[in-house]
Each structure stands twice: as structure tokens, then as C-alpha cells.
């Protein structure tokens, strides 16, 4: 067995998971609706209008095969490093692999080395997701969220030099 962070070589996709399609360019009002659905402390449509006009930002719905955007990730990608700005599973279809579509197709198409994101302490949901995908915790920052004040959780996710994520699922 591998010792933590060792390269293992990623599994074959799930072939049950969800695929959907992915739109790259999904407006600022849908993406707003579906932070409201996912955040108590939500960004509106200007926030999403904001992020879309920079230049490092990227985003992307994914829909299913009616075309309603089930989930979205927006990400900033500087030279070979991303962060993770935003992400989610609309309520109504939590629970059924779509997060960790989500997450899988975002990293392919990020194609960065390493991937950096933070989530709540008591976003148990979102770690286990996070940590099933191959990224390990990093640090913790005191209080850092507000309404309800809570630690954030620093996690990272990087492939090895030969190309494959150092853990993976
Ligand atoms: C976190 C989130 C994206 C997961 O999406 P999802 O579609 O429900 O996730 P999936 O069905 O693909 O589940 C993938 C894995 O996530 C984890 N997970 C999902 N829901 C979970 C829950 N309620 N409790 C614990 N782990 C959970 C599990 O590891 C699961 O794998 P398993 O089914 O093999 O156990 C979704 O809950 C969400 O959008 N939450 C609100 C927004 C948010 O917190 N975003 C992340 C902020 S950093």
C-alpha cells in the first residue's frame, strides 16, 4: 500500500458517474442561482459578472441532459498553479456523484500541477469530496469565515512528475 501523498496511478472513470456537458461560458445570473440554492452567504450576479471578466478566471456549468445547469466551478489558473474560487451541487441533485463529476472534470480541465482550495471545517460533505479526489489538508486558517464564524480547512491537490495526481480516486 502506498504511503500517504505517494504517486498511485488514478483508476479508470467511474463509468455510473454523471457526465453531463460542460459549458465554459454560463451567465453570471444562472451562476448566482445556484449559489443562492448552495450558500447562506451567497454572491450575486455582479460578483459572478466581476470574476467572469478576468482574464485568469475560469468557469464552467455542467449540465445535464435537459441543459439545466446541475453544478458549477469557478476557478483563477496562474501559470501552472489554480485555485478553487467557488464551487457546487445544486441541493436538489446532491448525493448522486455529480460533485465528484464535477471535481474530476474540473481538474482535467484545469490541467494545472497543483490545485489549491479552502472549505469550511464543518463542511464534512465538501472534505470528504475534496479528500476522495485526491486532495490532502494543508493548514488551517483560525476563523477565517464569518456568518457562522468557522475555521477554514487548506487543502491542495498536485500532480506527481510523471503525471499523475499523488492521490486519487
Ligand atoms: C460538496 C458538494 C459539491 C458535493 O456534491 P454531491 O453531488 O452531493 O457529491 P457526490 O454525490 O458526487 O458525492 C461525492 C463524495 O462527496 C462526499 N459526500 C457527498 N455528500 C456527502 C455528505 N452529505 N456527507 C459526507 N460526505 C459526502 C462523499 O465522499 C461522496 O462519495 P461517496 O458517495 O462515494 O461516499 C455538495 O454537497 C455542495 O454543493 N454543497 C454546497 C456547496 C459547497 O459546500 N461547496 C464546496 C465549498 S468548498
Redesign the pocket.
Known sequence: MPSPGAPTVPPPADPSAPSGTWDPRPSAEELAGLDAA??TAALDAAAYRHWLAQPYVRCWALRDGAGTAV?WAVCQRVADEAE?L??????D??????????VRGMLERLDARRVV????AG????L?????AGFVETGRRRDYYTHPREDAVLMAWALDPGGSAAASR
Not at 482550495?117 to 469550511?120: A, E, N, Q, S
Not at 470528504?128 to 476522495?132: E, I, N, P, Q, T
Open positions: 448552495c450558500f453544478g478553487v467557488r464551487l457546487g451541487v445544486h441541493p441533485r446532491q448525493g448522486r456523484g455529480w460533485g465528484r463529476a464535477l482550495l479552502d472549505v469550511r463542511n464534512a460533505a465538501a470528504a469530496l475534496y479528500r476522495s
